[in-house]
């Protein structure tokens, strides 16, 4: 059995993020946990402890109807790197049960092997929230270095009133050619329009269009927001991976005519493990689609 050494691990919380979806932090610790074979041959993992309290008072915008409250996710990278950070579901779980107690949380991440041990400042773990996400989630130390691949992104959508905006993008290949990974990653926002282009685009939806319906007629009624289609494909355009995103997320316009007070964040990230490719990918494009094209 190795030496095992235990190191505090500094943590960041997006509190904003987290409190827009009726998240609030009570507890959030993590170790670095080392186990040394001797001086070139190390296995390292990160373990968080943590305890969330869920305010449905404090989650007063909603985008998305499901029932289940938005779920915080650990956020892990190296510091300074560019590589696409890797993420984890911290709980899937009901509005109705998510508050009624305090949830305390406990998360190991999968361990990696070095030859020189990492020190804690040389990671950076976080904990965020999004209204809306499609995440590949495996709680794991991304490489040092990733090979950024092209990236196009397109919008097809029919909807002048709800249009994504992108904050960061990424289409990368992780540890080589050869037995690594390929990752897709985008976040930002949806903007979108006035109640009333809303409402034009909510009969639009419906395939009917009155000119004389009113705001007072139809609401409160919701706009679906768009999905994502992402794809990657090598040198000859041979379609390697195509995933589907639908966001299951919506724009509501309530009872007397009001929208959200703010826009939805979002987020997706797509992996595949380059052996399961037919081919080695070289680029990778994301279209954004109406909701009822997926």
Same mark, same amino acid.
């Given at each position: ?9 500094? !943590? =960041? ?12 932090? +009570? ?20 373990? !968080? ?5 869920? %305010? ?35 709980? %899937? ?14 998360? @190991? ?21 999004? +209204? ?56 930002? @926002?949806?903007?979108?329009? @006035? ?18 319906? @009113?705001?007072? +007629?139809?609401?409160?009624? =919701? !706009? ?50 380059? =052996?399961?490719?037919?081919? !080695? ?11 009822? +094209?997926?």
């Amino acid at each position: 059995m190795g030496k095992k050494t235990i190191e505090p691990l500094a !943590v =960041e919380a997006d509190e904003l993020a987290l409190a827009l979806a009726g998240w609030q932090v +009570d507890e959030f610790q993590a170790r670095l946990v080392t186990e040394s074979f001797g001086k070139k041959d190390h296995f390292q993992q990160v373990a !968080v402890s943590a305890t969330l309290r869920f %305010i449905p008072g404090d989650w007063s915008d909603r985008f998305s109807g499901s029932g289940y409250v938005p779920s915080p996710h650990l956020v892990l990278n190296r510091r300074g790197t560019t590589t696409a950070p890797s993420f984890e579901w911290v709980l %899937i779980e009901t509005e109705k049960k998510a508050g009624k107690r305090p949830l305390r949380i406990s998360r @190991t991440s999968s361990s990696w092997e070095c030859k020189a041990p990492l020190h804690p400042e040389d990671l950076v773990l976080g904990l965020t929230a999004y +209204d809306l996400d499609d995440l590949d989630t495996r709680f794991e130390l991304p490489p040092a270095r990733a090979r950024e691949i092209p990236l196009e992104f397109v919008d097809e959508t029919s909807l002048d009133s709800i249009k994504p905006r992108l904050d960061s993008t990424s289409a990368q290949l992780l540890g080589g050619d050869d037995g690594g990974k390929v990752r897709v990653h985008l976040e930002g @926002t949806f903007e979108y329009g @006035t109640a009333h282009s809303l409402l034009a685009a909510y009969l639009a939806a419906g395939g009917w269009s009155d000119a004389r319906t @009113t705001l007072a +007629d139809a609401c409160p009624f =919701e !706009v679906d927001l768009p999905g994502l289609v992402v794809e990657v494909v090598d040198e000859g355009g041979f379609l390697l991976l195509q995933r589907e995103l639908d966001l299951q997320g919506h724009i509501p316009v309530d009872d007397a005519g009001r929208l959200p007070g703010r826009r939805p964040r979002w987020a997706v990230q797509v992996g595949a493990d380059l =052996e399961d490719l037919a081919g !080695v990918p070289a680029r990778a494009l994301a279209r954004v689609v109406d909701a009822g +094209d997926l």
